[in-house]
Structure formats: C-alpha cells, structure tokens
C-alpha cells in the first residue's frame, strides 16, 4: 500500500497526463483539464439516470391510463421488495466499480476481470435464490406487506414474474455498473436506451394484445421488463466482445465466473453500507410520507409533485457522486493518490454549476413545474412554496455526496455511511417532527428538515475528510 497523505490537487513534477486510465486523455503535451475528463464520462451517466426514471414514470402512465388506479396500485404494492433487492445490487455494482477502477487504473486487466467475476457469480446465485424462494412465496410475501386484498391477485401475478426473472435484471444492473469502473459510460448508456425502447413498446401492446399478440393486463408490464432485460443484456454481450472489452464476456472471462472470498470481502466492504444507506433513506421517506398524509390529501399530493422535481435535480448531484468514486479510484489504482484534492475540487465545482443551475430553473419556473403534475390552484401554491423552502439544499447534498464519494474510492465506506445515516436518522426524522407539531410550523415544517440535514452532512463529511480521512495512507485495496 503506498502512502500518500497529503492529497493535494496537483499532479507530479513533469506531469503530462490525467493519471486516469479508462478515459480518453489527450496526447502528450497536452494534458486534457481535469473538468474535460470529468464531463465525457459524466455526461453519458447523467443522460442514463434520467432515461431510467423516465422509463418508469412513463411505464406508471401506461399501467393507470390503459388499466386504472387498481392496476396501478397492484405494481405499487410490490415496489418495496424491489427496492430492498435493488438497493443491495447497487450496492454491490458500487463496490465492484471501485475495485475495478483500481484495477484498470493500475491497468490491470486481470485483477478487473476477477472482480468482475466474483461479483457477477454472487449477483447470479442471489438473483437464483429470490427466483426460487420469492417464485414460491409471492403471495404470503406480499400479503404480509399489507397489500390490499382486491389486488392481491394482480399484484401475485405481476411480483412473481419480476422475481422469477431477477438472474437477468440483476446481471444488466451489475454489468452496467462495473463497466463504469474501466470508463465505460456510453456503452450503458446505448444498453439502457435499448431496454426503454422495447419496453417502451412491449409493454402497451400487451396490455392491449396488439398484433395478435397475448392480452396480459397487469402482467404485461413485468414480461416487458423481462424481454427487454434479455434483448438489452444479450446486445450489451456482442457490444463488449465486438469492442473488445476487458469485461467482454469471453473465454478468459468465463473462466473468472467464480467467487474469489478475498475479492468479494472487498467488494461487500464497500458495498454493504451503500446498499444499507439507500435501505435507511428508503424507511425515512416512508416516515416523513406518514407525517405528511397526516395533514389530508392536498399534502399528499404537493408531496408527490414536489419529489418528481426533486428526482430530476438530483441527478447531477448523485452522477457527479458517482463520477467522483470512479476516477478516484482509477487515479489510486494508477499510483496517482495525489490528484485526489484535484478530483474532489472538480466535482465541487461541476455540483456548483449543474446542480446549482438545475436549481436556480427550478425557483424560476416553480409555478408551471408544479402545474404539469397538479391542476388545483390551491394545492400548487402548496407544492410550490415548498418546492421553495427545500431545493436550494440539493446543492448542499451534491457537495456531501463528492466529498463521500472521493472517500468511497479509497475503500473509506463505513464512517462516511454512518455519518449519513445518523444525519437521517438523528436529524431529518427528528427535525421533520419538531419543526410541524411542536414548534407550529405545520407541513413546512417537515421540509425544513431537508436543508438542515443536508447541512449537518456537509459539514460532518468534510470534517471527516479534512481532519481525519486525508491523514490516512491511500493505496490499491486488492
């Protein structure tokens, strides 16, 4: 492990590269800046994130336009199951993306492939169990989630698809997540344009039967998610041999299709609380909901509207995040512990203008925003005032968010989660409930635990980062 305490945001003497591997830099002589660099391989990240969301609302739109509110409220039921399974194979892809970012920084091929390996067996064997156990049980599952009983039977049909197929959903979520860690963003980027398009199509004719096809009401929605898993996996498959990449499924890769325990500690070390964090976030949520509810259907609904803002914003702010860890990981793996300073100062920087200009289009154009989800005059001067008091803290949280991410690179997971989760915890939760029914602020009051929080993240992280995490020696974890 090579010591390099002091990150600081210049490279050696004589420099004349990005020191990061898997990213196009440019020719001796002429260094590409560092915000360049960050740019190409965000871009392509920030452009699938929002296809991601996009596909899901539209897919929402599809299901309570074409089918009704029941059929709607069947797929509803069944999203926090996949959100735990989900959430743990993000956190999974996190870990690897980083192992494998120092592996190819280091250009080690083989060490990617092996990471690439282990985690892709494990994700496979995991996505085998829930497709047995969860494709048995489905129905005493969703029951004891408390699923309505007059949707249970569409919502049996509709989980038990999507579980039986979870092998291939998990497989295209890890491999698009590791190509990340060898500067791979396009490549996901057209995989994932390839799953929203069949899926896109797939799933209105089957709701309808158009084409001769089956008429599968409800189900139709899983069975698109399903094909269009498979097709978009199998093109990802020829895409990576015909470009020869170094997570190409080939021969030589097949060969790391095995759980190595060292690797998969590492990975699981990183992977774990991330995955974790996002479960804990999930609950919150849940809670400040219930708190919400509790002031009628008006709250519920400028509830909902303000988050499908809120959603776009933070895209910048959780790809830059993202971004961050990658290229971090990729400078370390080259040696390069010393353009971390350099990394962390870009993603502030790039948090500041994208997020911050997201930010500022958001307060400018709050009132028709608002009115493209809700049609009650009275409920968008709710949504919009507090759209008003919460969104300018999007650019604390992205700034929290780099500076945990640059932290995440090196395998310094566990203290940057915690701080996270105790920020949620001990001070969102607490804060939201304070401020609406002890100190009068009402529904307000609940959104005011948003900047506090994101504040007390901030200021939590970056004392951890600067007095504690920059003292530590920075080198390869495997």
């Known amino acids: 492990m090579s010591a390099a305490p002091d990150h600081s945001s210049t490279t ?16 001796v002589g002429a260094p590409r800046p560092l915000w360049k660099v960050f740019l190409f391989f965000l871009a392509p990240m920030l452009l699938s994130n929002i296809l991601q969301s996009l596909s899901g609302t539209i897919n929402n739109i599809y299901v309570g336009q074409m089918l009704g509110v029941s059929a709607l409220a069947a797929v509803s039921s069944f999203f926090p199951v996949m959100f735990f399974f989900i959430a743990f194979i993000i ?28 985690t892709l067996t494990v994700g496979l064997l995991l996505g085998l169990a829930i497709a047995v156990f969860g494709g048995l049980f489905t129905t005493p599952m969703l029951a004891m989630l408390g699923t309505p009983p007059d949707v249970l039977a569409d919502s049996t049909r509709y989980a038990r698809i999507m579980l039986i197929g979870m092998p291939g959903v998990f497989l295209f979520l890890l491999a698009t997540a590791m190509l990340r860690g060898v500067g791979d963003t396009i490549t996901p980027l057209l995989t994932l344009l390839i799953s929203t398009a069949i899926g896109l ?16 009401g409800v189900a139709a929605g899983a069975w698109a998610s399903v094909l269009s898993f498979a097709v978009a996996t199998t093109w990802l498959g020829f895409r990576l041999r015909q470009k020869k990449s170094p997570l190409a499924p080939d021969a030589e890769f097949v060969r790391c299709l095995r759980i190595q325990p060292h690797l998969l500690k590492a990975v699981l070390k990183i992977g774990v609380p991330t995955g974790v964090q996002m479960i804990v976030v999930a609950l919150a949520e849940v809670v400040l909901l219930s708190m919400v509810n509790s002031y009628g259907s008006n709250a519920t609904a400028a509830y909902g509207a303000v988050n499908q803002v809120v959603a776009y914003v933070q895209f910048p702010a959780i790809s830059i995040a993202i971004t961050t860890s990658i290229l971090g990981a990729q400078a370390i793996g080259a040696g390069r512990a010393n353009r971390l300073g350099a990394i962390v100062q870009t993603a502030l920087g790039m948090n500041l203008v994208l997020t911050g200009g997201l930010v500022l289009l958001g307060y400018l154009f709050s009132r028709p925003l608002m009115g ?102 920075i080198g390869r974890l495997v």
């Open 372 to 473: 493209f989800f809700i049609t009650s005059a009275p409920v968008i001067e709710i949504a919009q005032n507090l759209l008003h008091i919460m969104l300018w803290s999007l650019v604390l949280f992205g700034m929290a968010s780099a500076i945990s991410g640059i932290m995440r690179a090196s395998g310094s997971v566990l203290v940057p989660t915690l701080i996270s989760i105790a920020c949620i915890l001990g001070v969102e939760v607490p804060v939201a409930w304070l401020m609406s029914r002890q100190f009068g602020f009402g529904l307000d009051g609940i959104w005011v635990a948003y900047p506090v929080t994101f504040g007390a993240m901030l200021l939590l992280q970056t004392a951890y980062y600067r007095l504690v995490w920059r003292k530590k020696p």
């Open 201 to 216: 199509v797939v799933t209105p004719a089957l709701i309808r039967g158009w084409g001769g096809l089956p008429q599968l």
């Open 91 to 118: 956190g999974l892809g996190a870990g690897a993306s980083v192992l494998i970012g120092q592996a190819w920084g280091a250009r080690d091929a083989a060490k990617a492939k092996a990471v690439a390996g282990t």
């Open 12 to 27: 050696g003497p004589g420099s004349n590269k990005s020191g990061l591997q898997g990213v196009p830099v440019a020719p």
